[in-house]
């Protein structure tokens, strides 16, 4: 069996062509000439600058001035590279272009609630699957509830799968301090090869105001898995690991200044490594983020790997 990953290509495209043109109207630009979205500059938050020496060069899901929430992605790492367009038209998501080496067109359906379905082509050793679901909300939207069947393949492999999965979030606030525990429990099974794979994640999360312009953010990540997979893109493992900010802004002023300061740090408790990084980052009239340089040590445990010293320009949004 093989995927028509023509038609896929051609829908994506299509999909991501109408974010680029979108009905006339929508795109006509004022008597007065250029207009950028209203919520243009609210788009930055989720952009990647990534411009380290361990990393590469570029950026992720850059947006354009368009209506259309329309993403760029363009990154030279050292062992890849990535290229291609990204678009989020409501609960509809489509991206075409080549993403860590791999050829990639996916146009997936996802609202909180409701008919949900999925089709993604990729090149190389990479899975391609499709499936269609349903999705229902409970507890004010607290909990969530979904169930997928699909078909992928992989190499040689292609098989049938259901996907279920059951999702909660739950926050509380003592005074000033902010936390959250995440959770979801998933399970892949694959009736005709025999196999299944069920998975827990919980991330504890953690907010807190020390002072005027200064926080803490801290998580803690915890997987576990058992069982196996018949697609090995599906397939997960134990992971667990602890992270942490504290983060100093200045107020904000007009001009060019010091915007802000971040000491970073992490551990990997699976990968046997730690990081820690320092941010100095600035305003600079006319950008939406606050931008600067960065300089970190990633220090790895005996016999797991060799430590290093990286250095990178981060930002953060204004």
Do not use: C
Request: charged residues 15%; proline residues 5%; without cysteine.
């Amino acid at each position: 069996m093989r995927f028509p990953a023509s038609a896929l290509l051609t829908a994506t495209l299509t999909a991501v062509g109408f974010a680029l043109t979108g009905p006339a109207s929508a795109q006509a630009a004022p008597a007065g000439g250029f207009q950028l979205p209203a919520d243009y500059f609210g788009r930055f938050g989720s952009t990647q600058l990534v411009a380290n020496t361990t990393d590469g060069f570029g950026v992720r899901y850059l947006p354009l001035p368009l209506k259309a929430d329309l993403r760029l992605t363009l990154v030279k790492a050292p062992t890849y590279t990535d290229y291609g367009l990204s678009a989020q038209l409501g609960s509809l998501y489509a991206a075409a272009g080549v993403f860590y080496n791999v050829p990639r067109a996916e146009l997936t359906n996802a609202p909180a609630s409701g008919l949900q379905w999925s089709g993604v082509v990729q090149g190389g050793a990479s899975h391609s699957h499709f499936s269609v679901g349903y999705a229902t909300q409970v507890d004010g939207g607290k909990v969530r509830f979904l169930n997928n069947v699909g078909v992928a393949q992989q190499g040689g492999v292609t098989a049938p799968y259901t996907q279920s999965e059951v999702s909660a979030a739950y926050g509380r606030t003592f005074d000033k301090v902010n936390t959250a525990v995440y959770s979801t429990a998933r399970m892949y099974a694959f009736p005709v090869q025999g196999k299944a794979q069920g998975s827990l994640d919980v991330t504890l999360a953690l907010n807190a105001p020390l002072a005027q312009g200064l926080a803490l953010n801290a998580s803690h990540f915890e997987r576990f898995t058992v069982g196996e997979v018949a697609i090995s893109d599906f397939g997960l493992a134990r992971a667990h690991s602890t992270s942490g900010d504290l983060t100093y802004r200045l107020p904000n002023a007009p001009g060019f200044g010091l915007g802000a300061v971040r000491a970073r740090a992490s551990r990997d408790w699976t990968g046997r490594y730690s990081t820690v990084d320092g941010d100095v980052m600035f305003r600079v009239d006319g950008l939406p983020v606050l931008i600067g340089p960065s300089v970190g040590y990633v220090a790895f445990d005996a016999g797991a790997g060799t430590s290093y010293i990286r250095y990178g320009l981060v930002t953060l949004p204004r």
